[in-house]
Every structure is written in C-alpha cells, then in structure tokens.
C-alpha cells in the first residue's frame, strides 16, 4: 500500500492550490451576493418595494424626509404661495413645524396641543377638528406671524416665539439650516431639488370596490383649495401622455372608447402677472407640490418645462423631456395612475 503524501510532498500541493482557490472563489461570490443584497434593499425594501421617501438636494446640502413629512412641508409652502409671502416666512414655518411636530399632522401633544404646529384649541386657535387641516393650522400660523412688524429681519427664534409662544424657544435655531434648504425648492428657486421616489407596487393592497388609479377631479380641487385660484388660474384636463390630444381622443372615440382624461394641466402664472422668470419659478412650486403630494393623489406623471418627474422611475428624479413630448408653454402636467 502506497504511503499517504505528506502536506510537503509535491503531489499534496497542488490539492492545496485548488482548495484555496475554491475558497476564494466560494468567499468572493458571498460577499458579491451580500453587496447585491444590500443594493437591491437599498432600492426596494426587504419586501420587494422600492421604499418610498423624498430629497433636497442643492449645492447648499440635503434633507431626507419621510412622504408624509414631504405632503404637509409642501402643503405649508402652497398656503404661503396662496398668501404671497416672501422665502423667509416659509423658512419661519417650516423651522416651527420641524420643531412642535417633525413636519407631522399629529392628533396629539402636550395638553391639547395637535397638529403640524402644535396648536392649542385652549388658546383659541380653533376647535382640534379644525386644527388638524393643514390648510386651516398654516394660515392660523401665517395669520400670527404676519402680524409682527419686521418678522423678516428677525432672527427665526424669535419670530417663531412670537406666534407660538413655546416654552423652548431656542429649539427652533437648530432647524433653521435644513428649513431653509427645503423652502428653496418649495418656493421654486431651486428647480428640480425635490424629488420623492414611491413604491413600484402599491404597500398596501387595494380594498375591494375601491378604485386603484388617482382621480383627477381629486388634483383639481386640492390644487385650488391649497393655492387658491389666484395662484392657479387656468386648470384643465387633458388625455395623458404627450403629442396631439385632440387627434389621440377623436381615435379613441371612433374605437368606442372614451377620451384618456387623466392629465390636468395647471397654468404656471396669469396672463400678465409677470415676467418670466415668476412663471418659472411658481412653474417649479406647482411640480415640486404634485411629485410631495404623488403618494396620496396617486400621481403617475410630473412635467414641467423640459423636465419629467415619473413614478416608474422615481429613483432616478427628474429627467429630460424630449420637444414632443413637453407640455404647453407655462403649464405644469399632472398625470395620474389609470
């Protein structure tokens, strides 16, 4: 019987060589499978959904934010483009908000405090049921701040203390920086900055008898009820997607179906209310506020200008929009899910 090769003998090492090589082999494809892992989670979640969330992104920084915390940040932003205030009564707010709630409508607090500002009914900012419409709670909350001689040339702790009355005013200072990136793309002046990107697939399942698209009437009336009609004074609504609506309709019409209205199309400025830079910017107001408010209104589609916000494509935030396929000069597209 021919002795076992021992661990030094020539014929022993090449068994060696291949072992090592086999781990490393083996070692390599776990830790590949592992980065894949981690990639894929990282853009879709442990379930397979991509998970939803929103940024501000400018050269100034950026700001993560849950989808909820996004709506209510652009619904503020909408109340004071309603009222005509400046950046910085935005940025006041928004620091307030951050601080009393973390930008959440919340139905609780301290005492009787609710909402995104953590109004008191007991010091007469209005019944709980009103306090917990945004709408409602921002113009209570602009209503005081307005109020303040120079509130623009304070410093935010202080005039946020002059509406609010907090028993920690300092608290507000240390969300100034992040307010303020927000309140750059929210009033326009950064074009682009936010996007959110949103599940590929629903989170959770459609309840039987419930519509799985999003309602285009539903866009139209919370557009005029955040914004007011003097901020969007032209809302129509069109067939979705690009190129010639009319012809698109009048073919499906001779097929026997119905006109694709799922688009509305938002006026970014009145005739001859200013140059066209403003339209520009409260262009950007109106398609930053639709790609917040995507989740809840179900939006499939934001275009605005040369640029396009898709839901199937969120992760890649907004992208060019080719000549065919741009929406009307000033108008902002808003299309929702079928």
């Not at 915390?69 to 005509?84: L, M, P, Y």
């Not at 190129?243 to 009048?250: H, V």
């Not at 989740?295 to 935030?317: H, I, Y």
């Not at 929009?321 to 000033?330: F, I, M």
């Amino acid at each position: 019987m021919p002795k076992p090769a021992s661990p030094s003998t020539p014929s022993a090492r090449p068994s060696r060589r291949r072992a090592r090589a086999a781990r490393t082999v083996t070692a390599g494809l776990v830790l590949l499978g592992v980065a894949s892992y981690v990639a894929y989670d990282h853009l879709t979640g442990v379930r397979g959904v991509r998970r939803p969330g929103c940024t501000v992104t400018t050269e100034a920084g950026s700001l993560t934010l849950e989808p909820q915390q996004a709506a209510n940040a652009s619904t503020i932003a909408a109340v004071a483009t309603s009222r005509g205030l400046p950046e910085r009564a935005l940025t006041i707010a928004l620091a307030t908000s951050m601080q009393e709630s973390a930008l959440r409508n919340l139905d609780h607090g301290d005492r009787d405090s609710v909402g995104l500002f953590q109004q008191r009914p007991s010091q007469g900012w209005g019944t709980a049921a009103q306090i917990m419409d945004p709408v409602y709670a921002s113009n209570e909350f602009f209503d005081g701040l307005v109020k303040i001689r120079g509130y623009s040339r304070l410093p935010l702790t202080e005039a946020a203390q002059k509406v609010q009355k907090s028993g920690f005013p300092l608290a507000y200072a240390k969300h100034e920086g992040d307010a303020a990136l927000l309140a750059a793309a929210l009033t326009g002046r950064r074009p682009g900055a936010l996007n959110c990107v949103t599940p590929v697939t629903p989170v959770t399942p459609v309840a039987a008898g419930e519509a799985s698209g999003g309602d285009p009437a539903k866009v139209r009336a919370r557009l005029l009820r955040e914004f007011g009609s003097r901020v969007v004074p032209r809302i129509t609504e069109t067939s979705a997607g690009a190129g010639d609506e009319a012809a698109r309709d009048a073919e499906n019409a001779a097929a026997g179906g119905r006109p694709d209205r799922r688009t509305v199309s938002v006026a970014s400025a009145a005739a001859g209310s200013g140059g066209r830079g403003d339209g520009l910017r409260q262009g950007w107001v109106l398609a930053h506020w639709a790609v917040a408010h995507a989740g809840e209104l179900k939006v499939e589609k934001v275009s605005f200008g040369d640029r396009e916000w898709s839901a199937r494509t969120s992760d890649r935030g907004w992208t060019a929009l080719s000549g065919v396929g741009r929406p009307a000069a000033g108008d902002v597209r808003i299309t929702v899910a079928q």
